[in-house]
């Protein structure tokens, strides 16, 4: 029976040493409410760090076993491990980076080292419980190679993957040493998930300019698999909040505070201690609130909540000291002998008691620099039960996409945030109750069980999907069998397609001439007399001829414009004229200068337009609009435009490939066929093949009509190579 294991850097249980023995304390956190419902369910399980340095092996048994009948296996992370992978390279590299610090970042060797080492045993762990039809969900910024380590190891697997932290923009993540592999990390999976469109368009920009994968309608073609990308954003456990609220604990602790309060309004700020969350600069804004609105003092209270968190590494420790300071030097300006200006509380409260401070405050302010969604947000709304109260929320949360009905403002404005503070405090009742009522019916609504199961919809389909599309991957089994015939056959067609297909890219086509490796690859299969080899390729046939013209093969060039067999000459495939290019070409020379590193190759009776040495999304963009343009311009005529990997190419229609394949077929009437190819122009190739040939895709292009799929090009040569 399949089911689902969860993998998250820590578990939704956390054990802590005291001095008589170790205790189990269950998580608060949202993740774990959300999944909380999956991970119980028969069978599955959820895997990650219990969140202590456990001394001996007693102690991780028993560790183990307490976690077991709770559908949770732990991974054991040793101090230094814990130290280079968690404190290290987890948050002083990725996390200031991805939340727009990089200031604060680290790029330490040993860290990465470390990282890499931890999301191996992450890895290790997964597999040894993992069977080939398990779902395999894996959380956050700590484990972000894990998707592809277990892509290795288990090929077929469904993966998903989602990142609960903001994905910053690809002039951030370039500065990265190591990008790329934790680009190609996360591409291991079949779903990844996002908060917000943003994060997602930012992954999907920095997939193109790192990794030159395109995607479209949010699918990577990743040239082994295609990963579909979306954004999810993230709810929480509304009807748990509204209970709470509801509590009796609930209203005694708001009865309580608001007798001490009387009748000052109260302001709520509540956030773990971070450099990210902009706790200083709401007190400056809430300093300059009482400046500009002297009314306000003794009228309107900041009641502060800072959560510990990891003071004692140096930034924090800054921003500790910096609050201390503010709220001291606050306070000590405009506080009366009745009025406290801040009431300030350094350590996290109960969820009644949480709960009791949102029924208590009118005015809620999240307004952190930046964050991946920020749930405070969305506890606040749906504490309110009343519908009275006003929420402050910075453009940079990933819940500003969603609650349109706060006051959005820009945190870094004090002023803004001042002037926001102050019309939260004077907007009418009725204005309160129509913006808390729409947001309470959005976060009701999308909460963070609709999240899970819509996450987990989406990977269903996206694994459909891949089934649906892709073309069978070329196995041992198939090769054995496609071998087995070719030896039996007496006259074997082989059509091979050279760019992509026998030679990997360049970002100058002069460039990719076949190394000795091909040459004598292609001498050895041209050998065989029961063999004919073409080269069917959309280059020119001075370049084809300079290449592989000593060669005893044949040629197909220009997409079919000129055919060539050995030991003959070049002939048209039909009469054709030129004339059209001197109109043509100013269109393209026009594209070429709006488009840094573009460049036209003309032939005979052709051009290309080529964009691989373009910047990756200014050359997609210039491409659509030439395809556009080039469109219309050629829809009454005879000439076909061809879009191709990273060129757009325009030639008399009618004339391809596949024409040309056919005439050799009929030609040549071999009882083996083979046909490889890599881009939309081979698959005109495929369609004129007989339906028992091989044909053979390089790459991951959905609905191809080749019947197999390699990866790359090497695999294209060690196929060939099984057939001497």
Not at 38 to 50: C, K, S
Not at 287 to 306: A, C, F, G, K, N
Request: glycine share 6%; hydrophobic share 45%.
């Amino acid at each position: 029976m399949s089911r689902t294991i969860i993998v998250s850097n820590r578990l939704p249980t956390k054990v802590l040493r005291t001095e008589e023995s170790l205790t189990f304390q269950a998580s608060e956190g949202g993740l774990a409410t959300g999944l909380g419902s999956i991970y119980r369910q028969e069978g599955n399980v959820w895997v990650g760090w219990p969140g202590l340095f456990v001394e001996d092996a007693n102690e991780e048994e028993y560790v183990r076993q307490q976690l077991h009948d709770d559908s949770m296996v732990p991974v054991f992370l040793t101090e230094p491990e814990i130290r280079d992978f968690y404190e290290g390279f987890s948050n002083s590299t990725l996390w200031p980076t991805f939340h727009y610090f990089s200031q604060y970042a680290t790029y330490e060797q040993s860290h990465w080292e470390a990282y890499v080492a931890v999301n191996e045993k992450f890895c290790q762990a997964v597999l040894a419980l993992a069977g080939p039809e398990d779902t395999i969900w894996v959380h956050d910024y700590q484990l972000l190679l894990l998707p592809a380590l277990l892509r290795q190891a288990r090929p077929e697997a469904t993966i998903g993957f989602f990142l609960h932290i903001p994905f910053p923009s690809y002039e951030l993540i370039r500065v990265l040493p190591w990008r790329k592999e934790l680009l190609e990390g996360m591409l291991g999976a079949d779903l990844l998930g996002f908060h917000t469109f943003g994060y997602m368009r930012h992954f999907l920009s920095a997939v193109s300019q790192l990794l030159g994968f395109s995607s479209q309608n949010g699918q990577i073609e990743t040239g082994a698999r295609t990963v579909l990308v979306d954004a999810f954003p993230m709810g929480i456990d509304y009807e748990r909040y509204v209970q709470a609220a509801a509590s009796e604990a609930a209203v005694h602790h708001e009865a309580v505070y608001r007798e001490a309060l009387r009748q000052v309004r109260v302001i709520l700020s509540i956030d773990r201690l971070d450099y990210s969350k902009g706790i200083a600069q709401r007190l400056r804004a809430f300093e300059l609130l009482l400046q500009r609105y002297p009314e306000w003092r003794e009228q309107v209270s900041l009641i502060m909540v800072v959560v510990p968190s990891r003071d004692q590494v140096a930034q924090y420790a800054s921003l500790k000291e910096e609050i201390d300071e503010l709220v001291g030097r606050i306070n000590a300006q405009y506080r009366t002998i009745s009025w406290t200006p801040i009431h300030y509380f350094y350590r996290s409260f109960p969820l009644e008691e949480l709960a009791s401070l949102y029924r208590l405050a009118e005015v809620a302010l999240v307004t952190p620099m930046r964050d991946g969604m920020n749930l405070v947000a969305k506890e606040f709304i749906a504490s309110k039960a009343d519908q009275h109260g006003v929420l402050i929320l910075s453009e940079r949360a990933g819940a500003a996409r969603e609650l349109s009905d706060a006051l959005i403002i820009n945190p870094t404005d004090t002023g803004q945030l001042a002037e926001a503070m102050h019309d939260a405090l004077v907007m009418p009742e009725d204005e309160q109750q129509q913006r808390m009522s729409a947001m309470q019916a959005l976060v009701r609504q999308y909460n963070v069980f609709a999240w899970a199961k819509l996450f987990m919809a989406r990977l269903t389909y996206s694994k459909m999907k891949q089934h649906t599309l892709a073309t069978e991957t070329l196995q041992p089994a198939v090769i054995e069998q496609l071998r087995a015939q070719y030896q039996g056959a007496r006259q074997r067609l082989l059509l091979l397609d050279y760019d992509g297909t026998l030679a990997p890219f360049n970002a100058n086509p002069q460039r990719a001439k076949p190394d000795q490796e091909l040459l004598l690859l292609l001498r050895a299969l041209a050998d065989m007399p029961q063999n004919r080899v073409v080269i069917i390729s959309g280059r020119d046939r001075q370049t084809l001829e300079a290449w592989l013209g000593h060669l005893p093969i044949d040629f197909i060039a220009e997409h079919g414009v000129w055919l060539r067999a050995h030991g003959q000459e070049w002939q048209l495939f039909q009469t054709l004229n030129n004339e059209w290019m001197r109109d043509i070409r100013p269109i393209l020379e026009l594209y070429v200068a709006r488009t840094a590193g573009a460049f036209i190759e003309e032939k005979e009776y052709s051009l290309v337009w080529h964009y691989r040495r373009a910047d990756a999304e200014l050359g997609a963009e210039r491409a659509r609009d030439l395809l556009n343009h080039l469109t219309f311009m050629t829809s009454n005529s005879d000439l076909q435009v061809m879009e191709g990997n990273k060129v757009i190419e325009i030639k008399t229609s009618g004339l391809n490939k596949g024409t040309a394949a056919a005439r050799w077929l009929a030609t040549y009437q071999p009882d083996f066929a083979l046909a490889i190819g890599d881009d939309r122009t081979d698959e005109d190739t495929f369609r004129a093949m007989p339906p028992e040939a091989y044909t053979v895709k390089v790459g991951s292009t959905p609905r191809s009509l080749a019947r197999f799929s390699v990866a790359s090009t090497t695999d294209v040569r060690r196929l060939l190579r099984s057939l001497l």
